[in-house]
């Protein structure tokens, strides 16, 4: 059974940090990255590894956030620096495992970020 659990959320004060991790039960995942989705708002990416080992980000966070993994302990996570009010949300992780042509999703159950001003 594919899992993906999430911890580090919390409160913390803009301008703080917190570092997530994604514990998951599998290394098979191709691509795995972080989502978040604030209230009234669609989910959205916040950084991901590619399928070819790169890295991408979201604007928004772009030289505040870290995503990285330990393929040893088959967990990612995010450091997030210089967080902003503008950065709650619940924050998902994903990964997806290529299965007959096509990419299947996972995803943990959300861990809960809020930055007060």
């Known amino acids: 059974q594919v899992q993906l659990v999430e911890s580090g959320g919390g409160l913390v004060q803009a301008g703080g940090s917190l570092r997530l991790s994604c514990a998951?039960?599998?290394s098979a995942f191709g691509i795995m990255g972080w989502y978040r989705q604030a209230p009234g708002k669609?989910?959205?990416l916040v950084a991901e590894f590619t399928s070819g080992g790169s890295t991408n980000y979201a604007d928004s966070v772009k030289g505040r956030f870290t995503i990285s993994r330990n393929n040893a302990r088959n967990t990612m996570y995010l450091q997030m620096n210089s967080l902003k009010p503008e950065d709650t949300g619940v924050y998902y992780c994903?990964?997806?495992?290529?299965?007959?042509?096509r990419w299947v999703d996972y995803w943990g159950q959300g861990t809960q970020v809020t930055v007060s001003s």
């Open 24 to 26: 998951t039960s599998t």
């Open 42 to 44: 669609q989910r959205e």
């Open 94 to 101: 994903n990964g997806r495992i290529g299965q007959y042509g």
